[in-house]
């Protein structure tokens, strides 16, 4: 460090960093354990034949990964109140969900019943409405992805839409852009809604 408290990017010394953290909340509805370490280096693609202990790559990045689902990381949610009431403020929208209740109605209920328990309060009296618009924008986005999963999307579309597939990506991101997200999830099942769509964005 110098005379005007700065380092000398130019200089031979080296220059003292902060230790990075990465962390991550995860609060989906897969299952995974309360820590867990993600690498980047987990999505390399070695070249076939490869021993991969002998080779170290140039670039690495480690994630920790919370859980802060309700019930897990007791410690981290007792040690911090806002993630907590979070945590739990989820757990009941997804209880009502698995009542019957509609997106809409469940998160009303879990936003009453918040209140009447004095959960996240100041939050949810202040912005309600933007609490259940970003909550039923999540899920939207969460039930869409699983469709995807769940009819084999995720490695590629099916051999009948290879023809098509750049243009059933463009209007995939046109729809999601839009936060359309049942016509997301519309567009897997019903073909001709699909074929539909396809021709509108030529």
């Known amino acids: 460090m110098n005379d005007s408290g700065t380092y000398n990017l130019y200089g031979k010394k080296l220059i003292p960093l902060p230790v990075p953290q990465y962390v991550v909340f995860y609060n989906g509805m897969d299952e995974h354990p309360e820590r867990e370490i993600l690498r980047l280096s987990d999505s390399y693609q070695f070249p076939e034949g490869m021993d991969r202990s002998r080779f170290e790559p140039a670039l690495e990045c480690n994630v920790l990964m919370l859980n802060i689902n309700y019930g897990k990381n007791r410690e981290l949610m007792e040690n911090c109140r806002p993630l907590m009431e979070y945590s739990y403020f989820i757990h009941c929208v997804r209880q009502y969900l698995s009542q019957g209740d509609s997106p809409e109605q469940s998160v009303d ?37 699983r469709a995807l999963r769940k009819e084999g999307f995720e490695d590629g579309f099916e051999d009948g839409f290879e023809a098509g597939g750049t243009q059933l990506i463009a209007l995939q991101q046109k729809l999601l852009h839009a936060n359309r997200m049942d016509d997301l999830i519309r567009i897997i099942n019903d073909s001709e809604y699909r074929d539909k769509l396809l021709k509108e964005t030529e």
């Open 109 to 145: 209920k879990a936003v009453g019943q918040c209140l009447r328990e004095n959960v996240m309060t100041d939050i949810l009296r202040a912005h309600r409405k933007e609490v259940v618009c970003m909550f039923l924008e999540d899920y939207n986005a969460e039930q869409y992805a």
